[in-house]
């Protein structure tokens, strides 16, 4: 999580988790049935796993990808309040 690529200017996956980590609790919890979070490149991994409540020391043992362009459900179901990847949805157009 801590390898540096050696490109100037570009973090490390160990900050980039923290600073998704460090985001997720300011989520708004009201009474929405829905949250949108835009992604990037290998960022979806780490917001699955801090939705998972993941430890980042962790997380780089994941891989959680998500299509270009296409929308990822997450669920907590409300018995047990597991979370889960429930499924990818296509883009629109294909």
Request: aromatic share 6%; with cysteine.
């Amino acid at each position: 999580m801590d390898h540096d690529e050696g490109v100037t200017g570009a973090e490390t996956k160990a900050v980039g988790a923290q600073r998704i980590h460090a985001v997720r609790d300011g989520i708004p919890q009201g009474t929405c049935a829905h949250r949108v979070v835009a992604t990037h490149g290998g960022s979806p991994t780490f917001v699955v796993a801090s939705w998972i409540r993941k430890p980042i020391e962790s997380a780089g043992r994941a891989s959680f990808r998500a299509p270009s362009g296409g929308t990822t459900a997450l669920r907590e179901d409300g018995l047990f309040h597991n979370r889960f990847h429930h499924r990818h949805l296509p883009r629109s157009g294909r």
